[in-house]
């Protein structure tokens, strides 16, 4: 099954913050694995400040349209995610980025069962130097779904 971005051809004009970009955070997902080393968030800056909230807020509006009724409890990084970076070869900017998770969401259906969904995810951004802060494509996989 693989989910569209709906943010696919969007762009974030400069003045924007993350959270024009992405969805408000989903505070109530338990976050587990995610790395927070410095070189990890500098790539992913055009996330927002948390982006492994920003991963969970996002998968789960889209995960919704499968079940409405559904709610995420958990989103765990199964390894650290796979970044290639494009940077200015001058002064090292960020101009582009693709990163592949793998992640393991845990869902309460609407019925009030649990199931683990992993899921690998893969963000594409490109032209991040750009004043209008460049594209942003992603895509979801579930690869697996057990009962939790």
């Not at 989910?3 to 338990?30: F, G, H, K, Q």
């Not at 690998?120 to 494509?137: I, N, S, T």
Request: with cysteine.
């Amino acid at each position: 099954m693989s989910i569209p971005n709906p943010d696919a051809a969007s762009t974030r004009p400069p003045s924007a913050s993350p959270s024009t970009l992405n969805p408000p955070p989903a505070t109530s997902v338990s976050l587990e694995g995610f790395p927070q080393d410095e070189e990890t968030r500098a790539a992913l800056y055009w996330m927002g400040d948390d982006y492994a909230r920003t991963l969970a807020t996002r998968l789960a509006r889209h995960l919704a349209a499968d079940d409405p009724a559904g709610t995420m409890l958990a989103l765990r990084c199964l390894q650290p995610p796979k970044l290639n970076v494009d940077a200015a070869e001058d002064d090292g900017r960020v101009l582009a980025v693709d990163a592949d998770f793998e992640v393991e969401a845990v869902m309460r259906s609407g019925d009030g069962s649990r199931w683990a969904l992993r899921i690998a995810l893969r963000y594409q951004a490109d032209q991040l130097d750009r004043d209008d802060g460049g594209h942003v494509r992603s895509e979801a996989s579930v690869e697996a779904v057990n009962p939790a």
